[in-house]
């Protein structure tokens, strides 16, 4: 009811304004920070798919097997080093957060998938096909990482994210 709170003075109400404010703001820079972590974290990780395409497509085929072990090890290192890294700073993460980063990881590893397909079709090596393609691998990380940012209150592929 309108009058359940009459009882309490004047200061004390506009101190839990104040309160619920100040609550307010640090959940605003909260949701800033998860969201900056969460961007970047999924950048690394668009790069490193992307990247090791390019491992496979220029490195692998070479059969170097110390420069087939070093890039798999960079690889490797980079990864876990990122979500360590990643888990150790986080500190929350925006709602829908991780249902759309992991469909744009499944995303990125189906483009990964068909770019093997494709080069053992094709077996072209030219730049301009596996650059492009690489970058394009990464984009779902990258889409599904930032969509809460740009997507509205509905998100990324429909799914509500507030």
């Given at each position: 009811?309108?009058?359940?709170?009459?009882?309490?003075s004047r200061p004390e109400l506009d101190?839990?304004?104040?309160?619920?404010?100040?609550?307010?703001?640090?959940?605003?820079?909260?949701?800033?920070?998860?969201?900056?972590?969460?961007?970047?974290?999924?950048?690394?990780?668009?790069?490193?798919?992307?990247?090791?395409?390019?491992?496979?497509?220029?490195?692998?085929?070479?059969?170097?097997?110390?420069?087939?072990?070093?890039?798999?090890?960079?690889?490797?290192?980079?990864?876990?080093?990122?979500?360590?890294?990643?888990?150790?700073?986080?500190?929350?993460?925006?709602?829908?957060?991780?249902?759309?980063?992991?469909?744009?990881?499944?995303?990125?590893?189906?483009?990964?998938?068909?770019?093997?397909?494709?080069?053992?079709?094709?077996?072209?090596?030219?730049?301009?096909?596996?650059?492009?393609?690489?970058?394009?691998?990464g984009l779902p990380l990258?889409?599904?990482?930032?969509?809460?940012?740009?997507?509205?209150?509905?998100?990324?592929?429909?799914?509500?994210?507030?």
């Amino acid at each position: 009811m309108a009058t359940d709170h009459f009882h309490e003075s004047r200061p004390e109400l506009d101190e839990q304004l104040q309160a619920a404010r100040t609550g307010g703001i640090g959940g605003a820079r909260l949701a800033r920070s998860a969201d900056l972590a969460g961007g970047r974290y999924a950048a690394a990780m668009a790069t490193f798919v992307a990247l090791y395409l390019l491992v496979v497509v220029y490195v692998y085929p070479q059969d170097i097997l110390w420069l087939d072990l070093a890039a798999t090890a960079a690889f490797g290192v980079g990864v876990v080093g990122t979500c360590v890294t990643y888990g150790r700073w986080r500190s929350a993460s925006g709602l829908g957060w991780s249902r759309r980063y992991a469909v744009g990881f499944a995303f990125s590893a189906l483009l990964f998938g068909l770019g093997m397909v494709l080069l053992d079709l094709t077996e072209t090596r030219d730049a301009w096909l596996w650059i492009p393609y690489a970058m394009a691998t990464g984009l779902p990380l990258m889409a599904g990482a930032s969509a809460g940012r740009f997507g509205g209150s509905r998100g990324w592929g429909g799914w509500r994210t507030r």
